[in-house]
Nanobody, 123 residues
Framework: QVQLVESGGGLVQAGGSLRLSCAAS????????MGWFRQAPGKGREFVAT???????SYADAVKGRFTISRDNAKNTVYLQMNNLKPEDTAVYYC?????????????????WGQGTQVAVSS
């Protein structure tokens, strides 16, 4: 049974930092790209960042320069380092496994979603 478990969310003041983790179990995902998405109240799920199996990364414009995605294949874990957080970053953050050959910026291209971790940024 495949399972993704996110952790590391919380409440932080604007300008602060958080590091999210996503631990996968049930199978190895070293050959899959992984992604982070977020969903704010009343909004759709939006792309945040993705990392390929070889370590190539892409980011949403809104987080470029502030967030860094990384992975540790030995631990079957992907991370999202979030610096200089802003109130508009407040959302539930989800990690997911990208289906091979699928669109990297759309939720429809991803399988195996975690349950999400809440990030709240106060002004």
């Amino acid at each position: 049974q495949v399972q993704l478990v996110e952790s590391g969310g919380g409440l932080v003041q604007a300008g602060g930092s958080l590091r999210l983790s996503c631990a996968a179990s049930g199978r190895t995902f070293s050959r899959n790209a992984m992604g982070w998405f977020r969903q704010a109240p009343g909004k759709g799920r939006e792309f945040v960042a993705t990392i390929s199996d070889s370590g190539s990364t892409s980011y949403a414009d809104a987080v470029k320069g502030r967030f860094t995605i990384s992975r540790d294949n030995a631990k079957n874990t992907v991370y999202l380092q979030m610096n200089n957080l802003k109130p508009e970053d407040t959302a539930v953050y989800y990690c997911a496994v990208r289906r091979v050959g699928s669109i990297w910026y759309s939720p429809s291209g991803y399988d195996y979603w975690g349950q999400g971790t809440q990030v709240a940024v106060s002004s």
